[in-house]
């Protein structure tokens, strides 16, 4: 495997894969690697793909300071995984060569209502921020395919969002959320999480289950009601959301529709999320 700190080596390595007709296949992260991150390097081997991971953990999209300092920071494993699976190359930028001109914002995204709920509500400027970095990694890297998780459905969709505001012709993959078999989905965040809150925290997984066979029965407010007492009663200490949305704009949830249920709740200081697809 390659490792890129900086742009211009991997520019010059970038147009020597041009010339020999490859296609880059791109992950992005901000590193503490698990299975789920795997996964999508994986899929971006498939096909014949040279395999980009970038691992950079950007100031600019967290919008609690202390979530940011106590991020896991795992690179020396990061490496070892990333080569165990035949990864190509790991870029891994320092916060000055990403934004060599500070990382204040300079580009304001028009993400509409995208940005005004979930995630975009309870992490103000977050999505802003998501975007921020993926435009420059993407300038940078230039793959042909970027892979993203399931696991983050909302940025999935900003993503979506922010391919079409760069009018730009890389194709956005999404692929499945990988969890343990507690039903967990995996995270970085999980590594801030005791062996019992771990236990604690499956509660999501069965709380979203639960709710797709009340889904056309119950009203959507008691739904979330019940929801919420689940996973406090669970041992969660505050929720900020669990609920069905329309599928396809995050809008209220219509009977017959598409929906997914989007979930995200704090075990002590560390705030998880996750998602369940459910089809009409
Ligand atoms: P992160 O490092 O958390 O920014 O995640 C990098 C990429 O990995 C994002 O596209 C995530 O959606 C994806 N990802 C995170 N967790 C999982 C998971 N459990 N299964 C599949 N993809 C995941």
């Known amino acids: 495997m390659i490792i890129f700190r900086t742009i211009l080596p991997y520019r010059k390595w970038l147009r020597e894969q041009r010339s020999q007709g490859k296609s880059i296949g791109f992950v992005p992260t901000m590193g503490a690697l698990h299975e789920g991150h795997l996964s999508l390097l994986r899929a971006a081997g498939n096909n014949g793909q040279t395999t980009v991971c970038s691992i950079f953990v ?11 300092k106590l991020y896991p920071i795992t690179t020396e494993s990061d490496i070892q995984q990333l080569v165990s699976i035949g990864t190509d190359v790991l870029f891994l930028p320092s916060v000055e060569e990403m934004y060599p001109e500070g990382a204040i914002q300079q580009t304001y995204f028009e993400l509409g209502n995208l940005e005004n709920i979930f995630e975009g509500a309870f992490r103000p400027g977050h999505f802003q ?47 499945p959320t990988l969890r343990e078999t507690s039903g967990l989905a995996m995270s970085s965040r999980n590594m801030r999480l005791s062996e019992e809150e771990r236990k604690k925290a499956t509660a999501i997984w069965r709380t979203m289950n639960e709710m797709v066979g009340k889904l056309s029965s119950i009203p959507v407010p008691d739904l979330e009601k019940e929801a919420e007492q689940k996973l406090l009663a669970a041992g969660f200490d505050k929720v900020d959301y669990c609920t069905p949305a329309d599928a396809t704009t995050l809008g209220p949830w219509q009977p017959g529709t598409d929906a997914v249920i989007l979930c995200a709740a704090f075990m002590g200081k560390v705030r998880l999320i996750d998602n369940l697809l459910v089809h009409a």
């Open 129 to 175: 921020g998501v975007c921020q970095v993926v435009s420059r990694l993407l300038d940078i890297v230039a793959p042909h395919n970027i892979y993203m998780g399931q696991k983050d459905y909302q940025q999935c969709m900003v993503i979506a969002r922010l391919l079409e505001l760069k009018q730009s012709a890389i194709s956005l993959k999404i692929m």
């Open 58 to 68: 950007n100031p600019t999209q967290f919008n609690d300071p202390n979530d940011f």
